[in-house]
């Protein structure tokens, strides 16, 4: 959750600069805060970790 409220954090401070009437981050936006939210490394983190448990 704390991902998913950081990637929304980063779009609305970058809509924030971007405002105007009409404007719509463009889903491109969505994946870099996603990819700068830390979500992508943390499940990966957490994939490698399960996998050496299995083993």
Do not use: N, T
């Amino acid at each position: 959750m704390e991902s998913f409220a950081r990637a929304v954090e980063i779009v609305l401070k970058d809509g924030e600069v971007r405002d105007a009437p009409g404007y719509r981050p463009e889903a491109a936006h969505w994946g870099v805060a996603v990819l700068a939210s830390g979500y992508v490394q943390a499940r990966q983190a957490l994939s490698e970790e399960l996998m050496a448990g299995a083993l």
